[in-house]
């Protein structure tokens, strides 16, 4: 997929704020490196390095639009352009990072324990998933496709998202003698201006397999469609905002110090 810093950043705010409460449970740090996995635009590496300070950081993120805006904002940073499914780490790190991008990444689990494995002693793996896959605005784009208009063009897009491990694979997975790991879940509530918010918000993030298999000549069908259903499944409040529930899984691994 192709992924634009612009569309992304039309709700900055609200996609920052599950970064910033996982930074959150992420304790003091040894020395080390420090990676922003799924970097996107550097609106999370930006809080790591209010933090932790530039000169540990580096920020991984495939989409060339997304690293060229990273830059822009942090031209302190060093930020790389590679797959998390093959990349490797120069050297153990004192922390993972990972806000909104392990759900597109294939053999979540496996990659996870590998970067647990490559923590320094009381280094941290932090990570946050979108858990909404059964929601209405998930559940719409899926209605959507089979419809016969659109179903041969879309038969493998949903496929593109992992659906993410549940906690108890998580914790048999990524626990042990020598790993702390907690698991939580947390649900936002964002209240956004009207229906149309709701699908520019997913046009940033979850529609974008969807609309990227359909000749162009059916976007735009495919996108009044989709919004129908979407003014359905939210209703307007009485100040005719609506409001967009968003579960998210938080996760983390920290590798415990060596004793002396």
């Given at each position: 997929m192709t992924w634009s810093a612009a569309q992304y950043l039309k709700f900055e705010d609200q996609r920052t704020r599950p970064a910033r409460d996982l930074l959150s449970a992420v304790p003091d740090l040894p020395e080390g490196a420090i990676y922003d996995l799924g970097c996107g635009p550097a609106n999370s590496t930006a809080l790591i390095v209010e933090r932790f300070g530039a000169a540990r950081v580096t920020g991984v993120d495939t989409a060339p639009d997304m690293l060229a805006a990273a830059a822009k904002r942090l031209p302190d940073c060093r930020f790389i352009c590679a797959d998390l499914s093959t990349w490797e780490p120069e050297?153990?790190?004192?922390?993972?990072?990972?806000?909104?991008?392990?759900?597109?990444?294939?053999?979540t689990l496996e990659v996870l324990a590998w970067l647990s494995d490559r923590l320094l002693p009381g280094g941290v793996l932090a990570?946050?998933?979108?858990?909404?896959?059964?929601?209405?605005?998930?559940?719409?784009?899926?209605?959507?496709?089979?419809e016969a208009r659109f179903a041969a063009h879309l038969a493998d897009a949903e496929r593109l998202r992992t659906p993410i491990p549940p906690p108890r694979r998580l914790f048999e997975r990524l626990a042990g003698p020598?790993?702390?790991?907690?698991?939580?879940?947390?649900?936002y509530n964002h209240p956004l201006a009207d229906t149309d918010a709701i699908v520019e918000w997913v046009k940033g993030t979850g529609l974008r397999p969807f609309l990227e298999r359909l000749p162009a000549a059916l976007v735009p069908a495919f996108t009044d469609a989709y919004r129908d259903r979407i003014a359905m499944s939210y209703p307007a409040m009485t100040d005719g905002r609506v409001l967009l529930r968003f579960p998210r899984l938080f996760l983390t691994v920290r590798r415990m110090p060596e004793t002396p």
């Open positions: 050297a153990p790190a004192a922390l993972f990072f990972a806000n909104a991008v392990f759900q597109w990444v294939p053999d990570v946050q998933m979108p858990d909404n896959l059964t929601e209405p605005s998930h559940a719409a784009m899926r209605e959507t496709a089979a020598d790993r702390q790991v907690d698991v939580w879940h947390t649900v």
